[in-house]
Protein backbone atom coordinates (compact mmCIF):
# COMPACT_ATOMS: atom_id res chain seq x y z
CA UNK A 1 0.00 0.00 0.00
CA UNK A 2 1.72 3.10 -1.36
CA UNK A 3 1.02 5.83 0.90
CA UNK A 4 3.47 8.10 -0.96
CA UNK A 5 3.06 7.99 -5.01
CA UNK A 6 5.27 9.36 -8.05
CA UNK A 7 3.16 8.24 -10.89
CA UNK A 8 5.46 9.66 -13.31
CA UNK A 9 8.57 7.04 -13.89
CA UNK A 10 10.73 9.46 -15.73
CA UNK A 11 10.46 13.38 -17.31
CA UNK A 12 12.32 14.91 -19.96
CA UNK A 13 12.68 18.55 -20.01
CA UNK A 14 14.79 21.12 -22.35
CA UNK A 15 17.57 22.78 -20.63
CA UNK A 16 15.81 26.18 -19.13
CA UNK A 17 12.68 25.11 -18.93
CA UNK A 18 10.72 24.11 -16.15
CA UNK A 19 10.37 21.07 -14.75
CA UNK A 20 7.24 19.91 -12.52
CA UNK A 21 7.53 16.72 -11.16
CA UNK A 22 4.56 15.69 -9.19
CA UNK A 23 3.64 13.31 -5.95
CA UNK A 24 0.11 12.92 -4.77
CA UNK A 25 0.08 10.60 -0.92
CA UNK A 26 -3.17 8.92 0.79
CA UNK A 27 -2.37 9.60 4.46
CA UNK A 28 -4.32 12.51 5.44
CA UNK A 29 -2.21 12.59 8.96
CA UNK A 30 1.23 13.41 6.73
CA UNK A 31 2.59 17.00 8.42
CA UNK A 32 5.61 17.27 6.72
CA UNK A 33 6.64 16.92 3.16
CA UNK A 34 10.30 16.41 1.59
CA UNK A 35 12.00 16.47 -1.76
CA UNK A 36 15.26 14.15 -2.41
CA UNK A 37 17.48 13.97 -5.50
CA UNK A 38 19.61 10.99 -5.89
CA UNK A 39 22.66 10.54 -8.37
CA UNK A 40 23.45 6.63 -9.54
CA UNK A 41 25.61 5.39 -6.34
CA UNK A 42 25.31 8.02 -3.95
CA UNK A 43 22.69 8.15 -1.42
CA UNK A 44 19.84 10.46 -1.67
CA UNK A 45 20.10 14.57 -0.68
CA UNK A 46 17.59 16.75 0.69
CA UNK A 47 16.12 19.39 -1.61
CA UNK A 48 13.30 20.96 0.18
CA UNK A 49 10.94 20.47 2.71
CA UNK A 50 7.55 21.48 3.49
CA UNK A 51 5.07 21.95 6.43
CA UNK A 52 1.29 21.35 5.70
CA UNK A 53 0.33 24.80 7.50
CA UNK A 54 2.18 26.37 4.24
CA UNK A 55 1.27 25.83 0.80
CA UNK A 56 4.49 27.46 -0.53
CA UNK A 57 8.31 27.15 0.03
CA UNK A 58 10.70 28.70 -2.04
CA UNK A 59 14.93 28.03 -2.44
CA UNK A 60 16.28 29.61 -5.13
CA UNK A 61 15.34 27.38 -8.39
CA UNK A 62 13.17 25.13 -5.98
CA UNK A 63 9.79 25.60 -5.29
CA UNK A 64 7.87 22.98 -3.53
CA UNK A 65 3.95 23.45 -3.53
CA UNK A 66 1.19 21.78 -1.27
CA UNK A 67 -2.24 21.31 -1.56
CA UNK A 68 -3.54 19.50 1.04
CA UNK A 69 -7.48 18.95 -0.41
CA UNK A 70 -5.94 17.41 -3.01
CA UNK A 71 -2.91 15.93 -1.07
CA UNK A 72 -0.83 16.68 -3.80
CA UNK A 73 2.45 18.32 -3.87
CA UNK A 74 4.70 19.07 -6.85
CA UNK A 75 8.50 20.56 -6.70
CA UNK A 76 8.93 23.08 -9.90
CA UNK A 77 12.31 23.75 -10.86
CA UNK A 78 13.06 26.73 -12.84
CA UNK A 79 15.25 26.92 -15.22
CA UNK A 80 16.36 23.40 -15.50
CA UNK A 81 19.99 22.78 -15.56
CA UNK A 82 21.81 19.32 -17.03
CA UNK A 83 22.85 18.84 -13.15
CA UNK A 84 19.17 18.57 -12.48
CA UNK A 85 19.33 15.10 -14.18
CA UNK A 86 18.83 12.92 -10.94
CA UNK A 87 16.12 10.44 -9.32
CA UNK A 88 13.72 12.74 -7.23
CA UNK A 89 12.07 10.96 -4.49
CA UNK A 90 9.08 12.67 -2.56
CA UNK A 91 8.53 11.72 1.16
CA UNK A 92 6.08 12.55 3.90
CA UNK A 93 5.69 11.96 7.64
CA UNK A 94 3.41 12.32 10.36
CA UNK A 95 5.23 14.46 13.16
CA UNK A 96 2.59 13.94 15.60
CA UNK A 97 3.09 10.11 15.27
CA UNK A 98 7.13 10.29 14.90
CA UNK A 99 9.77 10.95 13.27
CA UNK A 100 9.28 8.16 10.36
CA UNK A 101 9.63 9.33 6.75
CA UNK A 102 8.04 7.52 3.59
CA UNK A 103 9.44 7.96 0.36
CA UNK A 104 7.88 7.65 -2.87
CA UNK A 105 9.37 5.18 -5.92
CA UNK A 106 10.81 8.13 -7.73
CA UNK A 107 10.83 10.15 -10.84
CA UNK A 108 13.73 9.96 -13.06
CA UNK A 109 14.38 13.87 -14.82
CA UNK A 110 16.18 13.83 -17.61
CA UNK A 111 17.46 17.59 -18.56
CA UNK A 112 17.72 17.03 -22.33
CA UNK A 113 20.55 20.08 -23.98
CA UNK B 1 33.49 11.96 9.62
CA UNK B 2 31.83 14.28 7.90
CA UNK B 3 29.17 12.07 6.45
CA UNK B 4 27.35 9.11 7.56
CA UNK B 5 29.68 6.37 6.63
CA UNK B 6 28.22 2.46 5.80
CA UNK B 7 30.02 -0.55 5.59
CA UNK B 8 31.08 -2.67 3.86
CA UNK B 9 29.55 -0.81 0.69
CA UNK B 10 29.29 -3.64 -1.37
CA UNK B 11 28.44 -7.61 -0.16
CA UNK B 12 28.13 -10.89 -1.82
CA UNK B 13 26.93 -13.99 0.56
CA UNK B 14 25.01 -17.36 -0.23
CA UNK B 15 21.56 -18.09 0.27
CA UNK B 16 21.37 -18.85 4.69
CA UNK B 17 24.18 -17.24 5.72
CA UNK B 18 24.31 -14.39 8.22
CA UNK B 19 25.41 -10.81 7.46
CA UNK B 20 25.56 -7.57 8.82
CA UNK B 21 25.66 -3.94 8.04
CA UNK B 22 26.99 -0.99 9.68
CA UNK B 23 25.95 2.09 10.29
CA UNK B 24 28.24 5.14 11.57
CA UNK B 25 26.21 8.59 11.89
CA UNK B 26 26.98 11.94 11.82
CA UNK B 27 28.63 13.00 15.26
CA UNK B 28 25.89 14.06 17.91
CA UNK B 29 23.09 13.13 15.62
CA UNK B 30 19.90 11.37 18.01
CA UNK B 31 18.39 9.34 14.97
CA UNK B 32 19.19 6.99 13.02
CA UNK B 33 17.25 5.35 10.35
CA UNK B 34 17.75 2.39 7.88
CA UNK B 35 16.19 1.88 4.72
CA UNK B 36 16.34 -1.05 1.87
CA UNK B 37 16.08 0.07 -2.04
CA UNK B 38 15.50 -2.51 -4.24
CA UNK B 39 16.33 -1.63 -8.24
CA UNK B 40 13.64 0.93 -9.66
CA UNK B 41 11.57 1.73 -5.71
CA UNK B 42 12.13 4.03 -3.96
CA UNK B 43 13.52 3.67 -0.22
CA UNK B 44 11.72 1.29 1.79
CA UNK B 45 11.89 2.25 5.83
CA UNK B 46 12.68 -0.27 7.62
CA UNK B 47 13.46 1.08 11.09
CA UNK B 48 14.27 4.31 13.21
CA UNK B 49 16.04 4.37 16.32
CA UNK B 50 15.76 7.95 18.69
CA UNK B 51 19.15 7.51 20.71
CA UNK B 52 19.68 3.46 21.86
CA UNK B 53 15.82 2.82 21.22
CA UNK B 54 13.94 1.58 18.13
CA UNK B 55 11.39 4.13 18.15
CA UNK B 56 9.56 2.61 15.08
CA UNK B 57 10.74 -0.84 13.70
CA UNK B 58 7.56 -1.38 11.90
CA UNK B 59 9.32 -1.78 8.22
CA UNK B 60 11.28 -4.70 9.11
CA UNK B 61 10.09 -7.17 6.70
CA UNK B 62 10.47 -10.50 9.07
CA UNK B 63 12.28 -12.12 12.40
CA UNK B 64 15.24 -12.46 10.49
CA UNK B 65 15.82 -9.05 10.39
CA UNK B 66 17.63 -6.85 13.24
CA UNK B 67 18.68 -4.03 13.89
CA UNK B 68 20.92 -2.20 16.95
CA UNK B 69 22.36 0.27 18.45
CA UNK B 70 23.72 -0.06 21.62
CA UNK B 71 25.29 3.26 22.54
CA UNK B 72 23.35 5.74 20.57
CA UNK B 73 25.89 6.02 17.72
CA UNK B 74 27.09 3.23 15.48
CA UNK B 75 24.08 0.85 14.41
CA UNK B 76 24.23 -2.57 13.15
CA UNK B 77 21.52 -3.75 10.92
CA UNK B 78 22.08 -8.03 11.10
CA UNK B 79 20.27 -9.69 8.51
CA UNK B 80 19.91 -14.18 9.46
CA UNK B 81 19.47 -17.02 6.95
CA UNK B 82 19.12 -15.05 3.85
CA UNK B 83 17.31 -15.01 1.37
CA UNK B 84 17.52 -13.85 -2.54
CA UNK B 85 14.78 -10.88 -2.21
CA UNK B 86 16.96 -9.70 0.36
CA UNK B 87 19.37 -8.20 -2.36
CA UNK B 88 19.09 -4.32 -1.95
CA UNK B 89 20.87 -1.30 -1.24
CA UNK B 90 20.68 -0.98 2.32
CA UNK B 91 20.90 3.12 3.01
CA UNK B 92 21.60 4.21 6.46
CA UNK B 93 20.66 8.26 7.43
CA UNK B 94 21.07 10.41 10.52
CA UNK B 95 19.41 13.77 11.57
CA UNK B 96 19.12 15.85 13.64
CA UNK B 97 15.56 15.95 13.92
CA UNK B 98 13.96 15.78 18.01
CA UNK B 99 16.72 17.99 19.12
CA UNK B 100 15.03 20.86 18.73
CA UNK B 101 15.44 21.09 14.81
CA UNK B 102 13.13 20.30 12.21
CA UNK B 103 13.79 20.89 8.78
CA UNK B 104 13.26 16.73 8.77
CA UNK B 105 16.43 16.51 6.43
CA UNK B 106 17.51 13.31 6.69
CA UNK B 107 21.55 13.09 5.88
CA UNK B 108 21.92 9.22 3.72
CA UNK B 109 25.19 7.66 3.50
CA UNK B 110 26.21 5.98 0.24
CA UNK B 111 24.77 2.28 0.83
CA UNK B 112 25.70 -1.27 1.15
CA UNK B 113 24.66 -3.31 -1.73
CA UNK B 114 23.92 -6.96 -0.09
CA UNK B 115 23.46 -9.27 -3.32
CA UNK B 116 22.29 -12.58 -2.66
CA UNK B 117 23.23 -15.85 -5.06
Known amino acids: DQQVKQNSPSLSVQEGRISILNCDYT??????FLWYKKYPAEGPTFLIS?????DKNEDGRFTVFLNKSAKHLSLHIVPSQPGDSAVYFC????????????FGKGTRLHILP | GAGVSQTPSNKVTEKGKYVELRCDPI?????LYWYRQSLGQGPEFLIY??????ADDSGLPNDRFFAVRPEGSVSTLKIQRTERGDSAVYLC????WGQGTNTGELFFGEGSRLTVL
Open chain 2, 27 to 31: SGHTA
Open chain 1, 50 to 54: ISSIK
Open chain 2, 49 to 54: FQGTGA
Open chain 1, 27 to 32: NSMFDY
Open chain 1, 91 to 102: AASDGNRDDKII
Open chain 2, 93 to 96: ASSS
